[in-house]
Every structure is written in structure tokens, then in C-alpha cells.
């Protein structure tokens, strides 16, 4: 079974930095995404930033220009560096890896529990 954790939230003020990561473990075959997506209070859980088994990246609006997701394929790990943080991108952080466990299996989608991030002054 596939497990995702995520760290790297807190309180930062608006202006500065973070630095999420995610790690996915278990009895992995094959990672074909990591994807990270946030939910502030009130909204619905929207992807930020994705990243693929081929390094092809994607950024949602808001964000393009400010976060850039990296992945290290040696340790099944994805981190998002989140620069000039305002007050809206204020949310829980979640990580999702769609992962194989088998050999010729289809990918499976597994959440992480999510890490908070909160940007005030």
C-alpha cells in the first residue's frame, strides 16, 4: 500500500517563503504523477502544481511565476518551493501520487493528509 505525507507548512508573512515536501512509500512500482493542490477555508481543493513522471510540469494562474514544483525520482519525493506568499494562498497543502503497485497495474491516486500553510502578518 501507497502512503504520502507532506511537511513543511507554518506561519510565514506576506513576502516570504516556504518550502513544502512530499514523500510517497510503501510498495511502490511506478509514480506516474505527484500532484499538490490546496483548500482554504470555504473554497474546494484545487490543483496548484503537478508534476510528471517525465518532469513535465503544470501551474495553476494564480501561482505561475511565484511556486516551483521539484521532483527527486531517488526518493520518491516532490517539494514545492512557494515564493512571495500573499494571504490568499493561505491553505492546507495537499499531496496526491498516482502510483502502481504492480507491474502492468494501472495507477492508483493516494492523498496526503495535508500540511497548513498560513501567510499573515
Known amino acids: 500500500q501507497v502512503q504520502v505525507v507532506e511537511s513543511g507548512g507554518g506561519l510565514v508573512q506576506p513576502g516570504g517563503s516556504l518550502r513544502l515536501s512530499c514523500t510517497a512509500s510503501?510498495?511502490?512500482?511506478?509514480?506516474?504523477?505527484m500532484d499538490w493542490y490546496r483548500q482554504g477555508p470555504g473554497n474546494r481543493r484545487d490543483r496548484v502544481a503537478a508534476i510528471t513522471w517525465d518532469d513535465r510540469t503544470t501551474y495553476a494562474d494564480p501561482v505561475k511565476g511565484r511556486f516551483t514544483v521539484l521532483r527527486n525520482n531517488s526518493k520518491n519525493t516532490v517539494y514545492l518551493q512557494m515564493n512571495r506568499l500573499t494571504p490568499p494562498d493561505t491553505a492546507v497543502y495537499y499531496c496526491n501520487v498516482a502510483a502502481s503497485e504492480q507491474i502492468g497495474a494501472a495507477p492508483r491516486s493516494v492523498w496526503g493528509q495535508g500540511t497548513q500553510v498560513t501567510v499573515s502578518s
Open positions: 510503501g510498495n511502490i512500482v511506478k509514480i506516474y504523477s
